[in-house]
């Protein structure tokens, strides 16, 4: 049986055609030839709060994997975007960069963040949860985590 | 006297003087718990220090064109079946020193908290906490509350326009009532922190200068200056906010008009550029304070020979008298 591009956890969108980086909440989605797309998830999204601006470096830089790429700020959260890989930006979307809501209306389509290239690539992506089982069974997880805290609304 | 007269007699005449003169060549940043929050400059070390609760959960009767009760999804929600001293023992336990209560309006315009003002002075005495509030509106009867109550602060958004209480508000309420409130609060003695949103009335600066007329009538604890933000969801989601060098002038303006009252950018203003600009403008004309402090604003107060220092609380406590040395005692590296 093949496996479903999205499914609905707890009320939030997962897709299940990409790879997440655990603790910031990026996705990032193999495009080819060592390229990746890379947007945060409805749940980073929601727990940040109504978004209000998105900054991104310019093309060309240098990404490193846990270093910022961008600015959020919305209303729970202010602070870094956080890479979830390393390589060089080749493109930022500039419609999310004028519209933020839109990141919160299509996480996983037209609110992707950045485009970039892996030079590492597959090796690039180590680290991040790649299984569909496994991509599930940590966003139940989250969920659940952040309603305790209060973080989502029950 | 005239500003020629100042000048001619060696007074300070620019809005930098007038700060240079007036206070210490200090730059306080302020890092409340109303939001997750950090910089490259600054990550706030404990970010429940001080924390908003609403009184009235996500409810609020006014829905104002510029919130309609979002700014409430921010805040701890006050359970209605616990009373406020257990709710702030349990944050107490977590790490919290201070709280602001707050919550949505009632009709008239003031926030509904007169039912739980008389835990405000367990909180303080057996918790430690300080506790300050947002008031609105605020009737005799309320004003003597918040008196008997102990609290260390009363924080009231002062709109100096009819049309901007009738428009944006929706309040059967007009200025006199504002500037009856503010005198209500400072004849109870209380420590008046009044706010000033900039661009309140649909991105327009209309009331503003009333306003400020109106503030520095009273003996104010600090003013707090805040920019509109436009929030998605809201009918003012797609008005522009003021232009930053119109907000400047205000800041100019303040500075003038309270030689040597502590002014605050509190925390609500545009994001991206314009934020940084606000940020620099304000450095430049002379407020005291920033809360949430724009990307590079640290070291900017720097380069101006002022020394940053950095506070996890509300941009509204701003007092140091030996009683309140606990309080004061949370500054944080930089």
């Given at each position: 049986m093949s496996q479903p591009d999205s499914v609905m956890v707890a009320?939030?969108?997962?897709?299940l055609d990409r790879c997440y980086q655990a603790e910031t909440h990026m996705w990032v989605l193999p495009k080819g030839r060592g390229q990746v797309r890379i947007g945060m998830d409805a749940l980073g999204i929601e727990t940040s709060g109504a978004?209000?601006?998105?900054?991104?470096?310019?093309i060309g830089a240098q990404l490193t994997a846990g270093r910022p790429f961008g600015q959020l700020e919305a209303a729970k959260f202010v602070g870094p975007l956080v890479s979830?890989?390393?390589?060089?930006?080749?493109?930022?979307?500039?419609?999310?960069?004028?519209?933020?809501?839109?990141?919160?209306?299509?996480?996983?389509?037209?609110?992707?963040?950045?485009?970039?290239?892996?030079?590492?690539?597959?090796?690039?992506l180590a680290g991040l949860l790649t299984d569909p089982a496994e991509i599930t069974s940590w966003f139940a997880a989250r969920i659940a985590r952040y309603r305790l805290k209060g973080l989502i609304a029950s | 006297m005239t500003t020629a007269e100042q000048a001619a007699a060696g007074a300070p005449s620019s809005p930098w003087q007038v700060r240079r003169v007036n206070f210490a060549h200090v730059m306080d940043f302020y890092a409340p718990g109303l939001k997750r929050w950090q910089t490259s400059e600054w990550a706030p070390a404990n970010p429940r220090r001080f924390l908003p609760v609403s009184v009235t959960g996500s409810a609020c009767a006014l829905s104002c064109d510029h919130c309609q009760a979002k700014l409430l999804e921010s805040m701890v929600a006050a359970p209605e079946d616990q009373?406020?001293?257990?709710?702030?023992?349990?944050?107490?336990?977590?790490?919290?020193?201070?709280?602001?209560?707050?919550?949505?309006?009632?009709?008239?315009?003031?926030?509904?908290?007169?039912?739980?003002?008389?835990?405000v002075r367990r909180i303080r005495d057996e918790l430690g906490m300080k506790v300050v509030v947002h008031s609105g509106l605020v009737s005799p009867e309320a004003a003597a509350g918040l008196a008997a109550s102990g609290v260390d602060g009363v924080m009231l958004d002062v709109v100096g326009a009819d049309e901007t209480l009738r428009d944006v508000y929706h309040l059967d309420a007009v200025v006199a009532d504002v500037d009856r409130s503010l005198r209500l609060l400072s004849a109870h003695g209380l420590r008046v922190i009044p706010h000033i949103v900039l661009g309140l009335h649909y991105g327009r600066l209309v009331g503003e200068f009333r306003a400020l007329e109106m503030v520095s009538r009273y003996p104010v604890s600090t003013l707090v200056l805040v920019v509109l933000m436009p929030l998605a969801g809201t009918p003012m989601a797609q008005v522009p906010p003021p232009p930053v060098d119109r907000v400047a002038g205000f800041f100019a303006a303040t500075r003038l008009a309270l030689p040597s009252t502590p002014v605050n950018l509190g925390c609500a203003r545009p994001p991206g550029r314009a934020k940084l600009e606000l940020d620099q403008a304000a450095i430049d004309l002379g407020l005291n304070g920033i809360a949430y402090p724009a990307e590079g604003a640290i070291e900017y107060a720097r380069?101006?020979?002022?020394?940053?220092?950095?506070?996890?609380?509300?941009?509204?406590?701003?007092?140091?008298?030996?009683t309140d040395r606990r309080m004061a005692a949370v500054t944080v590296a930089g």
């Open positions: 009320g939030f969108l997962l897709a978004l209000a601006h998105l900054s991104f470096v310019a979830p890989v390393s390589g060089v930006v080749l493109a930022t979307n500039a419609e999310v960069g004028m519209d933020a809501g839109l990141a919160e209306r299509d996480p996983y389509g037209a609110g992707w963040l950045i485009e970039a290239s892996l030079p590492e690539a597959p090796a690039g | 009373d406020l001293f257990t709710l702030a023992a349990r944050l107490r336990q977590e790490g919290t020193e201070g709280l602001l209560l707050s919550g949505g309006s009632g009709r008239s315009g003031g926030v509904p908290l007169l039912a739980h003002l008389r835990q380069s101006r020979d002022l020394e940053p220092r950095l506070f996890e609380y509300c941009c509204s406590l701003t007092w140091n008298e030996a």
